[in-house]
């Protein structure tokens, strides 16, 4: 009877005697193991990164800059995506807007995790009482929904973009906070944590050198997938004149500033709707097969 061999695994020499094959490397595995859609919706977000941190590369024009001889001129090779109701290169705006339309982004999300974590994480290793008690607040919470917690916020503490980012990060805090506290829970489970206690260990120095590090390692995976999230509701509150206010370069002011004029210039209002989706469809993409891929290591 002969020995058959998964020539995947392994190969013969050439005394025929059959050799495991060479074991893959993490990288090679992750890269044959992501899809091509990833792969193009990480090439975007690369892009809107780029954006962000260096227009002065895609700039043709100056955002600000108006010329109401040449308004409404349609798409073209001078002018990418066209011309606003003032003559201001759209394409130039929108990159520009980049930038601060994902600060946006990163403050409000950072803002939420920072509130989240707090009180998901002071649930999980609190006593009964303050656990139960931090649980019924965040279902209060959770009775609003997001945007509408932070349109709350914002009647309370006025418009603005800082306003927006908080009220957005606010908005968002519920859902940390709940994520959290289900990940502290089962960190305190774990094994190390006994051991750390066994070995007398005080409860401040297990929770922020054993508990809060392993509670904090998907985070980068929340923020991915937050980031997206945040970028349309501080949109929206732009959109409806609560966040960034005009002449400013920012998506949902963009937005709302060409809504008037989509009969005559739909490019106006079109691009900048359009970044909006991507921005918000590449983030949530890469955090979903990252969060895939850290489930599969796990």
């Not at 020995?3 to 025929?16: F, K, N, Q, V, Y």
Request: glycine share 10%.
């Amino acid at each position: 009877m002969s020995l058959i061999l998964d020539p995947t695994t392994a190969e013969e020499d050439r005394s025929g005697v059959p050799t495991p094959a060479k074991p893959q490397s993490r990288t090679f595995r992750f890269v044959r193991g992501t899809p091509i859609g990833v792969w193009i919706a990480a090439a975007l977000l690369a892009f809107l990164v780029l954006a962000a941190v260096a227009p002065s590369v895609f700039l043709r024009q100056d955002p600000f800059e108006i010329d109401p001889a040449n308004a409404f001129e349609s798409p073209s090779g001078v002018h990418l995506f066209g011309t606003d109701q003032n003559g201001r290169d759209v394409f130039s705006r929108v990159v520009a807007g980049t930038g601060q339309s994902l600060l946006l982004g990163l403050a409000a999300t950072a803002i939420g995790l920072l509130l989240g974590g707090a009180l998901g994480i002071t649930a999980g290793v609190s006593g009964k009482w303050l656990d139960s008690a931090i649980c019924r607040f965040v279902e209060i919470l959770f009775a609003f929904p997001g945007l509408l917690l932070a349109l709350i916020v914002i009647a309370v503490s006025g418009t603005g973009v800082v306003t927006a980012a908080i009220a957005v990060g606010v908005g968002s805090a519920p859902g940390y906070a709940r994520m959290l506290r289900t990940q502290t829970l089962q960190v305190i489970a774990a094994p190390y944590v006994e051991t750390a206690l066994s070995l007398g260990r005080s409860k401040s120095h297990i929770l922020w050198h054993t508990i809060v590090p392993n509670v904090a390692r998907p985070l980068f995976v929340l923020v991915t997938l937050g980031i997206g999230q945040a970028i349309v509701w501080a949109s929206s509150l732009s959109f409806l004149g609560l966040g960034a206010q005009p002449p400013a370069a920012e998506w949902g002011a963009m937005l709302a500033d060409g809504r008037n004029y989509l009969q005559v210039a739909w490019w106006i209002a079109a691009f900048p709707g359009i970044f909006i989706t991507l921005a918000a469809l590449t983030t949530t993409v890469v955090g979903h097969h990252l969060q895939r891929r850290l489930e599969a290591e796990v």
